[in-house]
């Protein structure tokens, strides 16, 4: 669909270090991110859109076509608005009854074409084909799009992100005014992203979203100044909240983790803040009784910490993410495996203590694990493969990526596993084309990563067209993928998306 300023099929898309950004428009509002997903996902993102610029006066007569949904696994990270000329209405922001939007009848030349421009049944069932990025954009255009657009059901699953400077608007005089929040309310946003906040700008934040004592679900900090008394008043106002994202914080203490955190969380993820260590567990342990899920990076938890956690703990946790926990070895993986037994999911990346002996005691105990991570465990070796393979049954997807002592034997192993649909094996330095062969009878995969493998080659990486399941296959700086090879897969798994 064409923009009406340039005629541009769609805002540009610019990769950098991962994200998909909309450039930044003058006021600081323009930027989204998209920061999960595979690279295939993002590369998927950033294609024109499948939809046609115009559309056909028949797609009034077929309200029965299905329409694809955004509601999938992918989490999205979506600033609520993208900057406007002043003729269009900001998205994201409350817009004054002064101004002035584009309309359809100006766009458009015939009655008819004018009719379907503003239709809201063909409205509601379009727009279900963009990117949030696009909705974004599109939201703009004029009042009956952003009419339709700002309904929440296009807005289930994405997380606004917001930084310090784009909460506030300067005035003439040079006095600072923090923003309107208001369209951000319409869409029912129930999560934030806050980067690199003060305690007074939460405050801020709480006053001037209407949603926010009671809307709010989920709430990510990232490099921020919050101090123990912000994350305690951020609680405390905000009865909401159960999930809570503490990422880069280093104001903060383990005394703030006593003092503020409540019951009603269910998921925590902290990482990156110097100032967790043993002590903070004990107060996640004693005070979030009805913890599903904890994601921790901390470079000073030791073994004794893994301890703390209650019975009640053990019954409702099914999600534990250990991430560069340096200082965990085997022993404080017998404490997980006793106090935490029904994890079905589990990551152990980065923990480079850990050993074949570690491994054995999780696919001993943890028989419900659907997803297992072992990435950057340089100590990992074959023999963990082994007992990965006889016991954990029920897993779907397991993480290898810079485990630089696995061999083809190892793979060999994992060959038995019938259940397994997801398997990484970035940068397995010993990984050879015989060990490739073993991988060709599992019917059930459907992502395989080999980016970095550096043995493997043309000749073996070919073989893999026999796994005509495969959804997705990863060859990024992989000698032996070619772009023959790349021409022979695409006529051969032609469903396969393949990263070069």
């Known amino acids: 669909m064409s923009n009406p300023r340039n005629g541009d099929t769609k805002p540009p898309c610019l990769p950098r270090n991962g994200l998909v950004k909309i450039p930044t428009q003058p006021n600081g509002l323009g930027s989204a991110s998209i920061t999960k997903g595979t690279p295939a ?31 999938t696994p992918l989490s999205l990270a979506v600033l609520g608005g993208v900057s406007s000329p002043p003729s269009t209405s900001l998205v994201g922001l409350s817009t004054s009854e002064g101004s002035e939007q584009h309309s359809p009848e100006r766009l458009l030349g015939s009655p008819s074409e004018r009719q379907l421009a503003v239709d809201e049944k063909i409205l509601n069932r379009l727009f279900w084909y963009f990117s949030a990025c696009e909705k974004c954009v599109l939201a703009q255009v004029c009042k009956a799009w952003r009419r339709v657009l700002y309904q929440p059901k296009f807005w289930v699953g994405l997380t606004p992100v917001l930084h310090t400077k784009e909460l506030y608007n300067v005035l003439p005089g040079g006095e600072k005014e923090f923003v309107s929040l208001q369209g951000f309310a319409v869409r029912g946003f129930e999560g934030f992203c806050l980067v690199g906040v003060s305690d007074l700008d939460i405050c801020e934040f709480i006053d001037n979203y209407p949603l926010s004592k009671k809307g709010v679900k989920s709430m990510s900090l990232k490099r921020s100044t919050i101090t123990d ?4 008043v951020m609680l405390e106002q905000m009865q909401g909240v159960v999930r809570l994202e503490l990422s880069g914080c280093n104001d903060f203490t383990e005394a703030g983790l006593w003092s503020s955190l409540n019951a009603r969380i269910t998921a925590l993820s902290v990482s990156d803040c110097i100032n967790v260590a043993d002590d903070a567990i004990a107060a996640i342990s004693q005070l979030l009784p009805n913890l599903t899920e904890l994601n921790l990076q901390a470079y000073h ?24 926990c340096w200082e965990i070895t085997n022993h404080g993986v017998v404490n997980m495996v006793h106090s935490l037994p029904n994890l079905s999911v589990l990551s152990l990346s980065g923990c480079s203590k850990v050993t074949d002996d570690g491994v054995e005691l999780v696919a001993e105990n943890l028989r ?10 340089p100590r990992i070796t074959d023999m963990a493969l082994e007992y990965i393979a006889c016991d954990l049954h029920k897993l779907e997807e397991l993480v290898l990526d810079r485990c630089v002592r696995i061999t083809d034997t190892g793979l060999s192993y994992l060959s038995t596993m019938s259940s397994l649909r997801n398997l990484y094996l970035r940068w397995c330095c010993q990984v050879q084309d015989f060990g490739l062969k ?19 080659t043309t000749t073996g990486l070919s073989g893999l067209v026999q796994l005509q399941e495969l959804e997705e296959l990863e060859l990024t700086n992989c000698p032996g993928a070619t772009p023959e090879l790349f021409k022979y897969f695409s006529q051969h798994l032609p469903c396969c998306m393949v990263i070069e």
Not at 301 to 324: E, I
Request: aromatic share 4%.
């Open 41 to 71: 996902v993002k590369n998927r993102l950033c294609q024109p859109s499948s939809v046609p610029a115009i559309l056909s006066p028949a797609l009034a007569h077929h309200s029965d076509l299905p329409i694809p949904s955004l509601a």
């Open 229 to 232: 008394a912000g994350l305690e």
């Open 301 to 324: 938890v030791t073994d004794t910490a893994l301890a703390y956690f209650t019975a009640k703990q053990g019954y409702t946790t099914h999600t534990l993410r250990l991430n560069s």
């Open 368 to 377: 419900k694990l659907r997803s297992l991570d072992l990435s950057w465990c």
């Open 438 to 456: 073993h991988l060709l009878g599992m019917g059930s995969l459907r992502l395989l990563s080999l980016a970095g493998c550096p043995l493997l």
